[in-house]
């Protein structure tokens, strides 16, 4: 199909992008990989009467590392997010994105793109949660920051306004005694998962968990904390017992909806034991991190 008639913008700066949004507002729509608008809009469930394309800002490229956060442009794209300086710093990153569909969409896919879409089976929005993310959002008005977990609302919906851009986002540098791992589960790979879950573990001097964070997707209109399960670990060490009883704690906790191929019974069960997988691999990760 062909997408709807628009009127296209291509700005050449983050200034001139925010003066569209405030005089467009609603009518507009953000364009950065279009992984996700084009297809909206060549289905027409989408129809804006303008189309601001972001791509030409080289400031949303940027990344920076400082005071152990790392700053990454909102047009990073998904497959840079597998490169080495990024893997160093924050390992879950990678670990996600290489479950993003194929490899044209993580070439064309953008960071800023998929926190801004807020789908709820994608992988970045729970990793954001997970690490704990800051937005950096920007308009005419000026500029704020929103921790990850307050910036999704419900199912595709953010906080942000309709003149607002994400421009950036901030994550902290995993410790020397941090591990972390993501894994999903769908119908062939590729597909948009059925169930996923991410997990990042610290330890303390002793090899026991400081910290803890379990964050399950596809599983609510949001990326799913489980603080119930991130008690279980916290003073311990992992063992058998100790998963089983996470894994447990995660499936106990979840109300996902029905999905043509799995019903939420699947999903609940899955996510589990990827959760149990997650912490089980963060686990092992951690501790070769801190020998």
Request: glycine residues 8%; contains cysteine.
């Amino acid at each position: 199909m062909k997408p709807p008639v628009f009127e296209y913008h291509a700005p050449q700066s983050v200034a001139e992008a925010l003066q569209l949004l405030a005089e467009l507002g609603p009518d507009a729509k953000i364009l950065a990989g279009g992984q996700s608008l084009i297809p909206l809009l060549n289905l027409r469930l989408a129809a804006p009467e303008h189309v601001i394309d972001i791509n030409r800002m080289p400031e949303l490229s940027q990344r920076s590392r400082h005071n152990g956060t790392l700053s990454l442009g909102a047009t990073t794209r998904h497959q840079e997010l597998t490169g080495e300086d990024i893997t160093a710093c924050c390992p879950l990153l990678p670990q996600a994105a290489i479950f993003i569909g194929h490899p044209q969409i993580r070439t064309r896919g953008t960071l800023g793109g998929s926190l801004a879409h807020a789908d709820p089976s994608a992988e970045l929005p729970a990793v954001a949660v997970a690490l704990d993310a800051t937005m950096v959002i920007r308009s005419v008005r000026g500029e704020r920051r929103i921790a990850a977990a307050d910036f999704f609302t419900f199912h595709m919906t953010t906080a942000l306004a309709e003149d607002e851009l994400l421009v950036a986002v901030e994550l902290p540098v995993a410790g020397p005694h941090e591990g972390s791992a993501f894994g999903e589960v769908a119908a062939r790979f590729g597909d948009f998962a059925m169930a996923g879950a991410a997990a990042v573990l610290r330890l303390g001097d002793d090899r026991r968990i400081e910290d803890a964070r379990i964050v399950c997707t596809s599983v609510a209109p949001t990326p799913r904390r489980v603080p119930e399960a991130e008690d279980l670990l916290r003073g311990q060490e992992v063992t058998g017992e100790l998963l089983a009883r996470v894994e447990a704690a995660v499936a106990s906790r979840l109300e996902p909806g029905e999905q043509l191929k799995a019903s939420a019974g699947y999903k609940r069960r899955v996510a589990g034991v990827l959760a149990r997988r997650a912490v089980e691999q963060s686990w092992q990760t951690a501790l070769r991190r801190t020998a």
